[in-house]
């Protein structure tokens, strides 16, 4: 899909404002780090931070909350990376106050579904240049 | 990863036939790496169902939804207030998905439209290639890495059959025989007294339930008193 064309941002609100529970995850992690060692990507990718369940959380769904779903397609293809790229969605990775990420990365991945920003299996790098 | 290949489309549509809204459930996981139930297939086969049931006038509406993935209930709780709208749903995902998402909707009739082919790899861009049956008995160490369950025909353990052709199984010169082809990898890492060891009758764990528990749990799924969950233990391999 066109990287400029628009979003829609009512729905992707919408979206976010089923899902409080979620934003309020995000306000009371301290990044501690703790989940980047439950994290196998993490550990296998010499310790790479962008891996980190919370960098990832943090990043994608976290970033739609703080500009209250204004984001752009572009910013939404960024988002790919992070959220299918880097995360299996194994739900594995543990957090001492009990935050669900892999909730988190799946909703924020579901955001991007409904807005046409997807993984395509089909689609090497260089195909999509 | 586990590959999927859609069912033909007659099929799928004779499935849902009787149904006026249908919802087709894609999974984000490994279906959708092999092109046969993510996100794009699931739209796509709604197409053609909508296309075709329109031009036979039968009034249909199908939606799609995909979640990320269908083998886990708290990626499933995505569907339970969509699910209930919908007089069945289409599963896009492997086998396992589609009984987990039937377990958690039991009064919604749910459909494959994936058939589930084998755990195997990416040879290249759509073509996928069977490595691995399950079988829960691998004995790769004593074959140089070559799986005589899911390469020989009869899936021997214990050496070829009095088939062999050189190279070639007798079912068919184009396919290889996997006993010659162990022999050499065995050769060319100078284990071949690996062939002469005798395995074991295979038990064929996979032809009951697979239920395994990785170790350091065992205390965690050990029964709480005896005979509690015999039941379930007798199918732990």
């Not at chain 1, 769904?61 to 790229?85: A, F, H, P």
């Not at chain 2, 004779?14 to 996981?29: A, E, F, I």
């Amino acid at each position: 899909m066109d990287a400029v064309s628009l979003v829609e941002e009512n729905s992707i609100r919408k979206m976010l404002d089923q899902k409080k529970n979620m934003e309020f995850f995000l306000s009371v992690c301290v990044g501690c780090g703790m989940c980047a060692d439950s994290c196998f990507l993490y550990v296998n990718n010499n310790k790479d931070p962008s891996y980190m369940p919370s960098y990832k959380a943090v990043h994608s769904l976290g970033k739609m909350y703080r500009k209250k779903g204004r984001v752009s397609r572009r910013e939404l293809e960024e988002m790919k990376d992070l959220i299918w790229d880097k995360c299996v969605l194994c739900t594995r990775c543990y957090c001492p106050v009990g935050i669900s990420i892999p909730s988190m990365i799946s909703w924020a991945r579901s955001i991007c579904r409904s807005q046409g920003v997807f993984r395509e299996y089909d689609q090497t790098d260089e195909l999509s240049k | 990863m586990v590959k999927g290949k859609r069912k033909p489309f007659e099929e799928i549509k004779d499935m849902v036939r009787r149904h006026r809204k249908v919802l087709n459930v894609g999974c984000g996981g490994c279906v959708s790496v092999c092109y046969a139930g993510g996100m794009k297939e699931v739209n796509i086969l709604n197409e053609q169902l909508r296309a075709s049931f329109k031009q036979e006038d039968v009034p249909f509406i199908i939606d799609a939804y995909t979640v990320e993935r269908q083998c886990n209930q708290d990626l499933l709780a995505e569907l339970d207030n969509v699910a209930p709208k919908y007089e069945a749903m289409l599963s896009m995902a492997c086998g396992a998905g589609c009984q987990y998402l039937a377990e958690r909707f039991p009064g919604i009739p749910v459909y494959p439209a994936i058939n589930t082919m084998f755990i195997g790899v990416d040879k290249e861009i759509g073509l996928f290639e069977e490595r691995c049956r399950a079988c829960g008995s691998c004995v790769l160490g004593l074959t140089g890495g070559i799986c005589p369950v899911t390469r020989c025909a009869k899936s021997l353990f214990n050496g070829p059959c009095g088939g062999t052709n050189q190279t070639s199984c007798e079912v068919s010169k184009d396919i290889p025989c996997a006993w010659y082809d162990i022999y050499f990898r065995l050769k060319e890492i100078g284990q071949l007294d690996n062939i002469l060891r005798v395995r074991e009758p295979m038990q064929w764990k996979n032809t009951t339930r697979g239920v395994f528990v990785q170790e350091g749990y065992e205390e965690r799924f050990a029964p709480k008193e005896k005979g509690g969950i015999s039941k379930l233990l007798d199918r732990i391999h």
